[in-house]
């Protein structure tokens, strides 16, 4: 994503264009995959970690960024389409990790996904799967 493109999803999210959220979002874009917490620090050692987690939060709730949480409670974060809004996050996909290198993606689904769930109003749901991604499988 070039700067002229972060500076205006940014903008449309009503957020000022800071040297964090820049380095940040160019990051996330250059990675083009879901990027662990401490892989995001290491990356921007010119920032305090408190900074850099607010960012991440206020990314989350703006609909740039979601945030994946694995059962071994690893936190990783991925770029959200532009469906997603400061409202809703808008995703049609699963969180795959590799059970190899651990790498974590986001699959887009070919169908929306449906459950049949009776009784309950449910708000969000978030599917994980695990296995060998295509460059372990060779």
């Known amino acids: 994503m ?3 493109s972060i500076k205006k999803l940014l ?4 957020l000022k264009a800071t040297e ?18 401490q892989e995001i620090q290491n990356s921007l050692t010119n920032f305090d970690r408190i900074t850099l987690y607010r960012t991440l939060n206020t990314f989350i709730k703006r609909g740039i960024l979601h945030k994946i949480i694995f059962e ?11 469906d997603c809004t400061t409202d809703r996050h808008q995703h049609q996909h699963v969180h795959f990790q590799c059970n190899q290198c651990k790498e974590v993606s986001c699959l887009e689904a070919k169908e929306p996904i449906q459950l049949a769930i ?3 109003f449910v708000d ?15």
């Open 2 to 4: 070039a700067a002229t």
């Open 11 to 14: 903008k449309t999210r009503n």
């Open 20 to 37: 964090l959220r820049m380095a940040l979002l160019e990051i996330m874009s250059n990675l083009g995959k879901a990027v662990s917490y």
């Open 72 to 82: 071994d409670h690893q936190s990783f974060y991925a770029l959200c389409s532009m």
């Open 118 to 120: 009776s009784n309950h």
């Open 124 to 138: 969000e749901i978030e599917i994980t799967a695990s296995g060998l991604c295509q460059e372990c499988n060779k």
